[in-house]
């Protein structure tokens, strides 16, 4: 693989991620990040640390495996994983396909998983949108991040998608590296996961060969990450709530309040399951379709696989009882149970601007909730 071609989108190489975290070791907030991690280390700890890494997999496993493991320790009740077995079937390298709910922390449970496997870690497809801040972009792509472009014109964007799809399949067929990206732009935000079908098309753009080789060489291995307590749940009720109104136009730095948030937002329960890679079968199958209908045939594969990967908690089933007005899972939970839920979302609700609707709020972070036992249900009922 020629790397040259893609130094505006590739991660950092070793060279480039020493030199960049030598860099960040000075920046003023270390110390205090520092502290709020390493907390039984000096505060200049930290900045010792970046100063002396040489290696991304020396970032990854002195630095960035220890702060996700901090976020797992503090922030998270129960931490379960399910279905690695299903790597051995993708032959080393693999497309992982994920249902999106935090930024940063979505990918970051697989790469904590894959490290305690003594497997290799992915890199990760994110937004430039998170990279506005030097600094930051320094950080991330010294974490074999990325960097899809966004927010351009249609002619650039054709142009980005297939230089994106090339280098994706160039690192996994090349033996390079996995590559994780979520199934659609941006987090879902109505609890509906679903994945966006511009994006199958964009995977094709840099095929070589026919349909079904095109697919079959990515090994596309959809992840299901199911949350108790959804990151920054609020806050994505609140932006649905604008949007129905008006454009929603983020603040500047609303991004990274989001990370922040949701790395220290307590998650409860947080699951991950690793779901049955694409068959062969089925890509032959939807290639038998006619044009975009081959893709949502891809796409229907790849929703079933995720829905089916749930964990789905208490908080779900509660919020699917409440929204719809019914006790059908009421074997699920206790009304004590119900009414920590309801306070729960009570004290969220007073965290956003008082003029906003508090009924359709509660009605919109109600489904946050309980669309996934929907979605569950819905598939249960299609698979009869």
């Not at 991620?17 to 280390?41: E, T």
């Not at 931490?79 to 080393?92: H, I, Q, R, T």
């Not at 098309?201 to 060489?217: A, I, P, R, W, Y």
Request: proline fraction near 3%; hydrophobic fraction near 40%; glycine fraction near 4%.
């Amino acid at each position: 693989m020629d790397i040259d071609n893609y130094n505006d989108i590739a991660p950092f190489s070793d060279e480039e991620a020493a030199a960049a975290l030598a860099r960040l070791a000075n920046h003023p907030n270390v110390p205090w990040i520092s502290k709020f991690i390493f907390r039984n280390r000096p505060e200049t700890y930290l900045r010792d640390i970046l100063r002396q890494i040489h290696t991304v997999d020396e970032f990854q496993k002195a630095v960035m495996s220890y702060a996700i493991e901090w976020v797992i320790k503090n922030t998270v009740h129960n931490f379960s994983y399910d279905g690695l077995s299903k790597l051995e079937a993708v032959n080393g390298k693999y497309l992982a396909m994920s249902n999106h709910r935090d930024i940063i922390l979505d990918p970051a449970f697989l790469q904590i998983i894959l490290h305690w496997n003594n497997l290799p870690m992915t890199q990760i497809c994110v937004g430039d949108n998170l990279l506005k801040q030097k600094s930051v972009e320094l950080l991330i792509r010294s974490n074999r991040m990325i960097k899809v472009i966004r927010g351009i014109s249609a002619r650039e964007l054709y142009l980005s998608s297939l230089h994106l799809s090339e280098y994706i399949r160039q690192s996994i067929t090349s033996g390079t590296s996995s590559v994780w990206i979520a199934q659609r732009q941006g987090r879902t935000k109505d609890g509906l996961d679903m994945t966006e079908q511009g994006l199958l098309k964009m995977f094709d753009m840099s095929g070589t060969k026919d349909f079904v080789q095109n697919f079959l060489e990515l090994n596309i291995l959809p992840l299901s990450i199911s949350y108790e307590y959804e990151p920054c749940d609020i806050l994505k009720a609140r932006e649905v709530l604008i949007s129905r109104t008006q454009k929603y136009v983020k603040t500047e730095n609303e991004d990274l309040q989001s990370i922040m948030l949701g790395i220290k937002q307590p998650k409860g329960n947080v699951h991950l399951n690793f779901g049955d890679p694409l068959t062969e079968e089925e890509i032959i199958e939807a290639s038998l379709c006619d044009k975009n209908d081959r893709y949502q045939k891809i796409r229907h594969a790849l929703d079933r696989r995720i829905i089916k990967g749930y964990k789905l908690w208490k908080t779900n089933y509660i919020a699917y009882d409440l929204m719809n007005g019914t006790s059908a899972f009421a074997d699920k939970y206790t009304q004590e149970e119900v009414n920590a839920f309801q306070d729960y979302m009570k004290g969220q609700l007073q965290m956003v601007e008082p003029e906003l609707d508090r009924t359709a709020l509660a009605d919109i972070f109600l489904h946050i909730y309980g669309n996934p036992v929907a979605s569950f249900l819905s598939l249960e009922k299609e698979e009869v």
